[in-house]
């Protein structure tokens, strides 16, 4: 990411230079020519209010991916109990995402080629639309999964459209600060998926508000792509130098016609080098390609081994886990994972040039190594019950078998969750007795935590440093390190 440029040069030292040359005419023939270059108002980035608008509405891509992160772990409390989900069921639901965004991944890169960045963002809207439809429909486990496998089609396909879209409309100087703009627009959607998981957590069929809020920006991203122009570089992958060029100035404003040129004859020199080299080159010793290719599947790699994203997919019922004994509870802990992933992901987007990747992603290996053996520490000395992540309480689930999920009454009433008496033996998640369930959440022993009260804060809180440390250190290294 390159530091921001001056948009305007100083006056002070061109009325100076200026007075002193023009009291001087031997000045006047060669320094008169610098004096004008000076004192001219050029937009020398090129980076324009259409620039700025597109990228914005091209970076709606990440707050999309981030809110259907984000609100996993809220919604799937929710519907463990209505459903009464096993175990397995849970994990199918929580993969069916990730399911969909592997199947466009692999299919996606020749709609990205063959129609071009901006009508890939169009249609991942319009699979983004259609999956949140197949989720509001009555639920079930089908309904659900295929809903979810769908919107994940639509995020993945809309991610990768967005990064080559940001990149190839914006200027050299500003390519890498609107670039990070989608990385940051993740992030906030994280912390707005949690979010809207816990304010709609205690309404009847909140989830289906949840599920539907990501409509509203996949309808607003359609709508202004059919006004923004496509990217110059696939227009002219395409043949169609002619209209590149007029595109060219429309995204550079009053740049000069010979930096618009120079810039087409870049676009084209670059896509005529790329023709002359092969997919196996990669693997080669040629400009140090095979180590760089490696180094950044080991980064991607590592993103996904390091476990955070089934963190956030499970956060909410991994809290409960440990100690936050009721769902509303959980899903408002869990809401500090998005806060701390925006907190964590700012720093580093705007101090990676200065400080380097490579710092950042040391201090953050140290400190999820520290957190993750705090927390192994903890919950081993606690002797949490970690089979219990998955289950749902047993009286929710015996409230709710055997209903029929078609009628519209069947949203999670946490109200009516005080009027169930548990079986014997069961006692652990609901208990009869009022004042020992308020004991127990005091000493911090709710859903399967047998210990004092500071087990689930200090789980928290290792849970929050290790999402921190991920955020600055290997959340944004794909981007800067490849």
């Keep these: 990411m390159n530091p921001p440029a001056e948009m305007s040069p100083p006056t002070a030292p061109v009325a100076t230079e200026t007075q002193s040359m023009t009291s001087d005419p031997s000045h ?9 270059l ?20 091209a970076s709606l891509s990440g707050l999309m991916l981030g809110y259907e992160l984000g609100l996993t772990s809220g919604v799937l409390l929710q519907l463990r109990g209505i459903l009464s989900l096993s175990c397995r069921e849970q994990e199918l639901l929580v993969g069916s995402l990730l399911l969909g965004c592997l199947v466009i991944s692999i299919a996606g890169g020749w709609g990205l080629d063959r129609y071009g960045r901006r009508w890939s963002m169009l249609l991942s809207g319009g699979l983004v639309a259609g999956g949140t439809l197949l989720l509001l429909l009555p639920a079930s486990l089908t309904t659900l999964s295929l809903g979810r496998a769908v919107v994940g089609m639509g995020t993945a396909l ?24 989608y990385e940051l627009m993740v992030v906030v959607g994280v912390l707005l998926g949690f ?23 996949a309808v607003l991203q359609a709508a202004a792509l059919v006004l923004l122009p496509p990217s110059p570089r696939f227009l002219v992958a395409r043949g169609d130098s002619e209209r590149a060029k007029e595109v060219l100035v429309r995204l550079r404003g009053v740049a000069s016609r010979e930096t618009v040129e120079e810039e087409l004859r870049g676009i084209q020199a670059g896509l005529k080098e790329e023709a002359e080299h092969g997919f196996r080159e990669l693997f080669s010793d040629k400009a140090n390609l095979r180590r760089r290719l490696l180094t950044g599947v080991a980064l991607v790699f590592l993103q996904q081994t390091t476990g955070q994203p089934n963190l956030l997919s499970y956060a909410s019922p991994l809290l409960r886990s440990v ?66 992540l998955c289950q749902s309480p047993v009286g929710l689930n015996h409230t709710y078998q055997g209903q029929d999920l078609n009628t519209p009454s069947f949203g999670l009433n946490y109200s ?28 911090g022993m709710g859903s399967g935590v047998s210990g004092r009260g500071h ?13 921190a440390a991920f955020s600055f250190s290997l959340g944004p290294s794909k981007n800067t390190h490849t």
């Design 323 to 388: 100690g936050f004994h009721s769902d509303a509870a959980a899903n408002l802990a869990s809401t500090g994972f998005g806060v701390v992933k925006v907190v964590g992901t700012v720093p580093a987007v705007l101090l990676v040039d200065r400080v380097g990747p490579k710092s950042f992603l040391c201090v953050g290996a140290v400190a999820m190594g520290m957190s993750l053996v705090t927390l192994g520490a903890v919950t081993l000395q606690s002797h949490t019950h970690l089979t219990s």
């Design 158 to 181: 809309s991610g990768t459209a967005a990064c080559m879209y940001i990149a190839e409309i914006a200027p050299r100087e500003r390519r890498g600060l609107l670039v990070t703009l």
């Design 38 to 57: 000076k004192a001219a108002p050029p937009n020398t980035t090129g980076c324009t209010w259409l620039v700025v608008l597109a990228a914005i509405a």
């Design 195 to 217: 979010g809207c998981s816990y304010a709609f957590s205690a309404l009847p069929n909140g989830w289906r508000y949840t599920f539907g809020l990501v409509l509203p920006p």
């Design 28 to 36: 006047l023939g060669t320094l008169g020519i610098n004096v004008r």
């Design 416 to 443: 009516s969750f005080k009027l169930i008496t548990p079986p014997p033996g069961e006692s652990q998640w609901n208990g009869s007795d009022s004042a020992e369930a308020a004991k127990r959440e005091d000493a």
């Design 455 to 467: 087990v689930k804060w200090i789980s928290l809180v290792s849970l929050l440093v290790y999402v």
